[in-house]
């Protein structure tokens, strides 16, 4: 046992990844407020830690030790030692610390404790730059002492949702050093997956600022580059990898996923989330886990929201992640039937149910077995997907576009991809169970009669006058989804489909 924990801390760096994080969550952290902390102490270290700002790779740090670092950590945390820390150059210290640790920035105690520094430090520059440092210093100082570090970044989130689509310029511009931004970049994206869990286990980091500050590091690089490929291979891909990692695990603050949500609308313009090599299985799991104790934990979800996680998550999911599928589905459709009970935007509602059916789709098709062998999983995704009636979801929302937004021959539409998307989410269920076995499980829940019925009253009601749309008859929104139904049907049922078909019209005729 002693050999273990030997080989577990680093005479300088100190513990290693996950010991050390037990200390740095937000009940750990709350305790070093009550601790004092020599001001002189503080300055000396920060000094130092300023001193190595634009130093080069390799730069020797023996002089900035681990107890430093955590007394700086923990005096910064007093509101009135922000001002500080309240120092661009500290933040490119603490990045020329991190980049000396091996084989990465955060496997070490010593890493985290910089990058907790940095974090701090560039969201009080930006507070200071805009003005309005004194006033969160006063709002942390009348806070509860386990409150103050959660004050703090809820006023940092706050003042970049408000503040960053706005004309002033919010960032010092020495914080926006091209050479410091792209080191840090590389050296959270080097291990993202590291990245993540250490995130996760700790929580108490608001990165709204660092996103920011990140993402305009994005924008002002975009004419430094020959080719706009190589632009994103430097860039955009890492940050886009972190930002979204950061995304899915936003703590549990209203401001900072309002700042987070907000930068993502942005951030979207230019993200291409393809992977390009191997997904590691535990990375796989631990993110989809990381998704459903998201989507089930008690702060609410929005549906605007689930579709951005997802579109990171789903091109990652890969055979061994299948027993957590099941409940990220069933979720996923709840709170979609909740965003339509109470009153909902429906251009929203079918941006957001197309996006769902998407990444449905091709979750179940990377986990697509090589042959069945009744595997539970399988059949829970199916009982969710009846018990959620995500046929009736998809039409709900198709039903809702206007004449002028439907044109069936233009697939590429909102509605066209709505209509397409519904049906391959099904052919997906269908090729993960043999075709009959997966008939009986919709007939004997009561699908397949409901759906005929509503398969021929959209049929119908899409041809008589009173429901005919006044351009054509042939593109009725309500003969729309007859066809959505129809598609559905025929996955399910093959060939039968037809006499069923006719079987059931002649009990619609007569009832």
């Known amino acids: 046992m002693a050999l273990l924990q030997a ?38 270290t920060i000094n130092r830690i300023r001193e ?19 007394d700086l950590l923990g005096a910064i945390m007093h509101p009135q030692q922000l001002q500080l820390i309240a120092v661009p150059h500290l933040v490119s210290g603490c990045v020329t ?25 560039l969201n009080a520059c930006i507070m200071k730059h805009v003005g309005c440092l004194d006033q969160t210093i006063a ?16 006023a940092s989130s706050c003042l970049i949702y408000q503040k960053s689509r706005g004309k002033q310029q919010i960032i010092p511009s020495e914080l926006l050093d091209a050479s410091m931004l792209g080191q840090l970049l590389k050296l959270l994206h080097r291990d993202e997956k590291l990245f993540f869990t ?20 994005l924008l002002r690089t975009e004419d430094h580059y020959r080719s706009r490929d190589d632009h994103f291979k430097e860039v955009i891909r890492p940050y886009s990898r972190i930002f979204w990692r950061y995304f899915i695990i936003t703590p549990d603050s209203e401001a900072e996923e309002a700042a987070l949500f907000d930068l993502h609308t942005r951030v979207t313009l230019y993200s291409r989330l393809y992977y390009d090599k191997p997904v590691d299985v535990e990375d796989s799991i631990n993110l989809v886990q990381a998704l459903n104790d998201r989507l089930n934990s008690p702060r609410p979800v929005s549906a605007l929201i689930v579709p951005a996680m997802l579109r990171f998550v789903a091109p990652l ?27 909902y935007d429906p251009a929203y509602a079918r941006q957001s149910v197309l996006n769902f059916l998407l990444y449905l789709r091709d979750m179940l098709m990377a986990l697509k077995p090589p042959q069945f062998n009744d595997q539970p999983w399988i059949w829970e995704v199916v009982d969710h997907i009846i018990n959620g009636d995500v046929l009736d979801l998809a039409l709900r929302v198709f039903s809702t576009a206007s004449s002028s937004n439907y044109d069936r021959s233009d697939m ?11 049906i391959e989410a099904y052919i997906a269920i269908s090729e993960l169970v043999p075709s009959r076995e997966l008939m009986l499980r919709f007939f004997y829940a009561g699908c397949l009669g409901a759906w ?43 060939s039968k489909w037809d006499g069923f078909a006719w079987n059931a019209l002649i009990w619609y005729i007569a009832a």
């Open 7 to 44: 080989d577990k801390l680093h005479p300088f760096w100190g513990r290693k990844y996950p010991e050390y994080t037990a200390s740095y969550t937000n009940e750990a952290l709350s305790v070093s407020l009550m601790a004092a902390h020599e001001p002189k102490v503080t300055s000396e």
């Open 52 to 70: 190595l700002s634009g130093s080069r790779i390799n730069t020797t740090v023996d002089h900035i030790t681990l107890p430093m670092l955590t």
């Open 97 to 121: 610390l991190m980049a000396s640790i091996q084989p990465s920035a955060l496997e070490y105690e010593y890493g985290y404790v910089c990058f907790c520094i940095l974090v701090i430090s």
């Open 139 to 154: 709002l942390m100082n009348n806070a509860a002492a386990s409150q103050r570090l959660t004050t703090f970044w809820g």
């Open 198 to 217: 250490v995130l996760k286990r700790t929580n108490s980091l608001g990165l709204s600022g660092l996103m920011f500050v990140l993402f305009t590091h």
């Open 317 to 343: 999911v890969v055979p061994g992640c299948e027993n957590l599928i099941p409940a990220t589905i069933k979720r996923c459709i709840q709170i979609l039937w909740d965003f339509l009970a109470v009153g």
């Open 412 to 422: 590429g539409g909102t509605e066209g991809q709505l209509f397409s998307a519904t």
């Open 452 to 494: 005929s019925k509503c398969y021929f009253y959209f049929r119908i009601s899409g041809t008589e006058n009173t429901f005919r749309d006044t351009f054509s008859t042939a593109y009725s929104l309500n003969w729309g989804c007859g066809e959505i139904v129809a598609g559905v049907m025929s996955i399910l049922m093959g």
